[in-house]
C-alpha cells in the first residue's frame, strides 16, 4: 500500500520510518526540495495548492495523511474526493484558527483560558478589559514554537503589542498562571476505537518544546481528565489518526491551550519508550488496522536538540539513550533531532538524565 503525505519535514520522515517495518510505502508533497523526509519517501516538490501537483501527487495513493496542521484545507477536501484523507479536514479547519478551536473546546466541555478576539483596535480595548493584564496577544492563524505573539505584562505593553501584530486576525488570551504544562496523545481509528498514551509532562524553551516527561510525575486524576476531554474531541470530529491536546495545569483542572491533528512532538519518546509508537498507531489508524497496545514500556525523557547537535558518540555512550537526526543543515531555533532517554524507573531515569546531560 502507499500513503501519501502532506509535508515532508521529521515528523513525515518518522511515520515514513514507522511504515517500512509493515511494508507501507510513502510519498511526499513538499515544495521544498530538502525536505528531509525524501531520504525515507518519494518526494514530489509542489506547493499545496497547485493542483496540477496535487493531481500527479494523488495519483495511485491508496490514503492521504498530513504532518503539520498548516495544509490548507481546501487541499485536504480536494484530495477527499479522490483517496480517503485522514484526519477529516473538518479538524484542519477548526485547528487552523486559533478561535475556532477556543470555541470547539468550550462546545465539547473543555475548559479553556479567558479570551476576547481581536480584529480591530476598538476589539483590541475591549479583549483587553475583558481579559485583564497579563495577558498574551495571538495571530489565529499560523503560529507555532512561541511564534506569532506577544505577552502584555503591563498597560506599558499594550501600544507595542499592538504595533507588532495588529492589522490581521488576533486573539487575546489570559496570561494562566500555570503550576505545569502536559499533553495528552489519543488515537481513534476508523470504526471509532481509541487508545491514549500517557498523559506528560512539557518543559519548553524560549516557547519551543525542550523536554518531555512520560509518564508525567505525579499526575493522579489528571490522567482520567485528559483522557475525557480528548476523547470528547476524537468523537465529536469523527477523528481518523492520532490528535494531541496541549494543557495548562491548575491545581486539579486542566486548561486546554491548543490542540494539533497529527503526530506530535511530546509523543517521539513512544518510538522506544511505548509498546506501540504514535507514529506506527497512526499508520493503523488511518490505513483501518487494529490499533496498538499504548502502554509505556517503563519511563522515558524526549529531549529535543534544538539548533545545533550533541557530539554523536557522547549520546551513543549513554546506557538508555536513542538517537534520532532529521538530516537538517542547523540553524538556531531548528529541531535537528531529539533523544529518547529511557529506564525501567523513574529513579533510573533521572539518573540516565543526569549522565546524559553532564
Known amino acids: 500500500m502507499r500513503i501519501g503525505i502532506l509535508g515532508g519535514g521529521q515528523l513525515g520522515r518518522m511515520i515514513a520510518l514507522a511504515g517500512v517495518p509493515l511494508n507501507l510505502s510513502f510519498r511526499v508533497l513538499d515544495p521544498s526540495r530538502a525536505a528531509c523526509a525524501a531520504a525515507v519517501a518519494e518526494h514530489h516538490v509542489g506547493e499545496y495548492e497547485d493542483y496540477a501537483a496535487l493531481a500527479d501527487f494523488v495519483a495511485g495513493l491508496d490514503v492521504v495523511t498530513y504532518e503539520f496542521e498548516n495544509v490548507p484545507v481546501e487541499t485536504a477536501r480536494w484530495l477527499s474526493l479522490r483517496v480517503p484523507v485522514f484526519p477529516p479536514p473538518e479538524a484542519l479547519e477548526v485547528a487552523h484558527d486559533r478561535l475556532a478551536e477556543k470555541l470547539f473546546f468550550t462546545r465539547i466541555g473543555i475548559p479553556v483560558p479567558a479570551y476576547g478576539p481581536v480584529t480591530t483596535r476598538q476589539d483590541y480595548d475591549d479583549a ?6 497579563p495577558a498574551v496577544l495571538k495571530t489565529r492563524r499560523f503560529g507555532y514554537d512561541g511564534k506569532g505573539q506577544t505577552v502584555l505584562r503591563t498597560d506599558a505593553d499594550i501600544e507595542p503589542a499592538w504595533t507588532l501584530l495588529g492589522g490581521r486576525p488576533l486573539i487575546l488570551e489570559q496570561f494562566v498562571k500555570f503550576e505545569r504544562e502536559m499533553s495528552l496523545l489519543g488515537v481513534r481509528g476508523r470504526e471509532g476505537e481509541q487508545r491514549f498514551y500517557p498523559l506528560v509532562e512539557n518543559r519548553h524553551r524560549d516557547g519551543i518544546l525542550h523536554q518531555s516527561l ?10 482520567e481528565l485528559a483522557e475525557k476531554y480528548v476523547g470528547a474531541a476524537l468523537s465529536t470530529l469523527s477523528y481518523v489518526g492520532v490528535l494531541a491536546i496541549e494543557f495548562f495545569v491548575v491545581g486539579d483542572s486542566l486548561l486546554a491551550n ?7 512532538n511530546s509523543g517521539h519518546w513512544t518510538i522506544e519508550g511505548a509498546v506501540t509508537s504514535q507514529f506506527e498507531n497512526h499508520l493503523r489508524a488511518v490505513l483501518g488496522w487494529p490499533l496498538g497496545d499504548t502502554s509505556p514500556r517503563g519511563f522515558s525523557a524526549m529531549v529535543n536538540l534544538i539548533g545545533q547537535l550533541p557530539q554523536r558518540e557522547a549520546v551513543l555512550a549513554t546506557a538508555g539513550a536513542h538517537l534520532h537526526l532529521y538530516g537538517k543543515t542547523p540553524r538556531p531555533g531548528r529541531k535537528l533531532g531529539h533523544v529518547t532517554l529511557t529506564a525501567d524507573t523513574r529513579e533510573g531515569l533521572a539518573e540516565v538524565m543526569r549522565r546524559w546531560q553532564g
Do not use: T, W
Request: hydrophobic letters at 40%; proline letters at 13%; zero cysteines.
Open 128 to 133: 483587553i478589559r475583558k481579559v485583564g493584564l
Open 214 to 223: 512520560a509518564p508525567a510525575p505525579d499526575r493522579g486524576s489528571l490522567h
Open 258 to 264: 491548543e490542540m494539533a491533528p497529527r503526530v506530535h
